[in-house]
């Protein structure tokens, strides 16, 4: 994790303590959210959380005592009240950053595509952008799913990621 220090402009880089796996695998992510009080980072190894006020790093560990997320690659978090959405290799998961719960979204086939990510589209509707499987629209309390793919006319069903404009197209 690195932060720029605003008082004396310079860098500072935080890795989790450990041997020189733990730290090697520290050092590869692609996502960050912020909570308030952690930031949540995920990558090609594991989950982690960053303390703001120790500045420590920890890999992330559930309520259970595991770590749902070693050794599965999470492209794309995003956070929504006390529940932090992560998109993985092997599909969604949700994870409540106050008790560290964490459920696997069985929402449709669709989301255990390779999630590259996510955004949201109103209370409870989310759109997904998806390794082979297009780009996914879901309400996670109604069920509802919808897919757009080339046959929609997207140039792949591949998508990398998902920006919104100011009036709410993707």
Known sequence: FRRFNLLNDSIDL??????EETLRNSINQFAIAFDGKYFWTAGMHNMYTFDTSTLQMQPFVDN?????FKELPCWSLLLKGDWLYAGSASGLYKVNVRSRQVIKLNVHRLLDFGINDITQDGDSSFFVSTAGGGLVW?????GQVKQYTNKEGLSNNTLCGLLKDNSGNL
């Open 64 to 68: 259970k005592g595991n770590m749902p």
């Open 14 to 19: 935080y890795l989790v303590k450990g041997n």
């Open 138 to 142: 879901f309400n996670e309390f109604t």
